[in-house]
């Protein structure tokens, strides 16, 4: 089933490569959407594809980071609306 999920990374994830790894993880396991910086500290992302690739990218971007370190994650799901295709880095 295809899912789509907002999620904001808490912790130490900017300026480590999060994004690039976040963008790594998609492309491995074939989900669309997009990363960036926020203007608190945090990375938001979001995550278009089948719901075990996209819960497989959450957790390799949560467990996975070798430079980062997420304190706290929040996902708020959304209809998929499949208007996204790659992965891209957002400045």
């Given at each position: 089933?295809?899912v789509?999920?907002?999620?904001?990374f808490?912790?130490?994830?900017?300026?480590?490569?999060?994004?690039?790894?976040?963008?790594?993880?998609?492309?491995?396991h074939?989900?669309?959407?997009?990363?960036?910086?926020t203007?608190?500290?945090?990375?938001?992302?979001?995550f278009?594809?089948?719901?075990?690739?996209?819960?497989?990218?959450?957790?390799?971007?949560?467990?996975?980071q070798?430079?980062?370190?997420?304190?706290?994650?929040?996902?708020?799901?959304?209809?998929p609306?499949?208007?996204?295709?790659g992965?891209?880095?957002?400045?």
């Amino acid at each position: 089933m295809r899912v789509r999920v907002r999620v904001i990374f808490s912790g130490r994830v900017q300026g480590v490569f999060f994004r690039a790894n976040a963008q790594k993880y998609a492309l491995e396991h074939k989900v669309d959407g997009w990363a960036r910086n926020t203007l608190n500290g945090d990375v938001e992302a979001m995550f278009e594809g089948e719901e075990t690739d996209v819960d497989m990218v959450i957790q390799k971007c949560q467990h996975e980071q070798p430079y980062a370190r997420v304190d706290n994650i929040q996902v708020f799901h959304e209809i998929p609306r499949r208007d996204v295709s790659g992965f891209k880095i957002k400045y």
